[in-house]
């Protein structure tokens, strides 16, 4: 038989020598009595579990986390919680596939909550930046295989599934919470002088995608802004359009959203040039609309495919591709024509605010530090130009 610690009642040691208590408490979601056993090698090893977990009961975090592995978790989460939320569903497809490919596979998911601790999450962060995909030429380096951007989501979602997990009784703290979110370096974007810019566009015609190559380097649309644009989001007479929506393919299907912020909403202004551009494009695409009499679906978008229906932004970007191969010019993508205009209005002397506007970003930061060289350039100008005006 084992004997009782002096003056506490709870606490026996084994014969074997070790110790073991029982804990009574009332569940603070049911109300029920409730007996928590604790076992240890001393006394002093099993009192301090039993002071932890009365101080668990005292915030209303169960007495023991839960022994469920984290990929089990996580794919709950993702039935549940993350189903249900007010998040865009391209959003909600993201993290159920980073989810997934990330943080539900391996050695990581198979971690129990209540045995998941910060350092386990720092692990993952450097593990994912280790990852390595090798390089297009023989002679290179091995390039990053994931992104700084894919590795922030990453843990985005890995903290945000562990609240839950906190918000249903599971954990009592969530260790995510406790390490910094890992830094996103920002990147100077690609872009195309004008020269380069007209020999692409040039390339491009005859395409049936040419006229939205052309609108996207014209004003900076985002290429999903750009193929979610409506005929009733466009006043060719006030020479203006309004930015109310974006296109992007989730999973097998193509899927109109509003934009991803406040300040992507935006009216942008059209040119003289691109509003005949415009003009011409509804002219031939109510000829098409003729043509297809009623196979012709009424989608009411200015680029679209021969029956009217909604542009897969893979077909523009082969477009482009093709175009640029042709004309000798490397390194491009759709984003890179609205970079290239952002760009050009900043040489030109176009206040960085105005700029920031046209392009639907955020905030100002943002700008300035996708178009940091820029920046340079404009800040040597003015200095070169106060310097000549005062004669120096």
Same mark, same amino acid.
């Given at each position: 038989m084992g004997k009782r610690q002096n003056g506490e009642g709870n606490l026996y040691q084994r014969a074997s020598?070790?110790?073991?208590?029982?804990?009574?408490?009332?569940?603070?979601?049911?109300? *029920?009595? %409730?007996?928590?056993?604790?076992?240890?090698?001393?006394?002093?090893?099993?009192?301090?579990?039993?002071?932890?977990?009365?101080e668990r009961i005292e915030a209303g975090a169960p007495v023991r986390d839960?022994? *469920?592995?984290?990929?089990?978790? &996580?794919?709950?989460?993702?039935?549940?919680?993350?189903a249900v939320s007010d998040r865009k569903e391209a959003t909600r497809?993201?993290?159920?596939?980073?989810?997934?490919?990330? !943080?539900?596979?391996?050695?990581?998911?198979?971690?129990?909550?209540?045995? !998941?601790?910060?350092?386990?999450?720092?692990?993952?962060?450097? @593990?994912?930046?280790?990852?390595?995909?090798?390089?297009?030429?023989?002679?290179?380096?091995?390039?990053?295989?994931?992104?700084?951007?894919?590795?922030?989501? /990453?843990?985005?979602?890995? %903290?945000? @599934?562990?609240?839950?997990?906190?918000?249903?009784? =599971? &954990?009592?703290?969530?260790?995510?919470?406790?390490?910094?979110?890992?830094?996103?370096?920002?990147?100077? /974007?690609?872009?195309?002088?004008?020269?380069?810019?007209?020999?692409?566009?040039? @390339? @491009?015609?005859?395409?049936?995608?040419?006229?939205? &190559?052309? =609108?996207?380097a014209a004003t900076g649309l985002r290429r999903g802004e750009c193929l979610a644009l409506r005929w009733d989001a466009v006043d060719l007479d006030a020479g203006v359009l309004k930015v109310v929506a974006t296109m992007g393919r989730v999973g097998k299907k193509l899927v109109t959203s509003e934009p991803k912020t406040q300040r992507s909403r935006r009216i942008v202004p059209l040119s003289p040039a691109v509003v005949v551009m415009l003009k011409a494009h509804r002219k031939s695409q109510l000829e098409e609309r003729m043509r297809a009499a009623n196979q012709w679906t009424d989608s009411g978008l200015v680029f679209c495919t021969e029956l009217g229906r909604p542009v897969d932004g893979r077909n523009l970007l082969r477009t482009l591709e093709d175009a640029a191969k042709t004309a000798g010019v490397e390194d491009v993508d759709v984003h890179t024509l609205r970079h290239s205009a952002a760009t050009a209005w900043l040489e030109s002397g176009v206040h960085?605010?105005?700029?920031?506007? =046209? &392009?639907?970003?955020?905030?100002?930061?943002?700008?300035?530090?996708?178009?940091?060289?820029?920046?340079?350039?404009? /800040?040597?100008?003015?200095?070169?130009?106060?310097?000549?005006?005062?004669?120096?």
């Open positions: 020598g070790r110790w073991d208590a029982r804990l009574s408490y009332t569940d603070p979601e049911t109300g *029920q009595p %409730r007996r928590q056993a604790f076992y240890g090698r001393t006394a002093a090893e099993v009192r301090g579990k039993m002071k932890a977990a009365r839960s022994s *469920q592995t984290l990929a089990e978790w &996580l794919a709950h989460w993702r039935d549940t919680t993350l497809e993201l993290y159920a596939n980073l989810s997934r490919r990330h !943080l539900e596979k391996g050695s990581f998911g198979a971690k129990r909550l209540d045995k !998941l601790k910060p350092t386990d999450v720092e692990a993952l962060v450097l @593990a994912m930046r280790s990852q390595t995909k090798p390089a297009k030429n023989k002679d290179d380096d091995p390039v990053r295989a994931l992104s700084d951007s894919t590795i922030r989501s /990453a843990y985005t979602v890995l %903290r945000q @599934a562990l609240d839950g997990a906190v918000r249903d009784g =599971l &954990l009592a703290r969530n260790p995510a919470a406790q390490v910094k979110r890992p830094a996103v370096e920002r990147v100077e /974007a690609r872009y195309l002088n004008a020269d380069d810019v007209s020999a692409v566009l040039k @390339a @491009a015609e005859g395409s049936r995608y040419h006229t939205a &190559l052309l =609108l996207i960085i605010k105005a700029v920031s506007d =046209l &392009l639907g970003h955020s905030s100002i930061s943002i700008t300035g530090d996708v178009y940091m060289h820029v920046s340079d350039d404009t /800040a040597r100008a003015a200095v070169d130009g106060l310097a000549a005006r005062l004669g120096l």
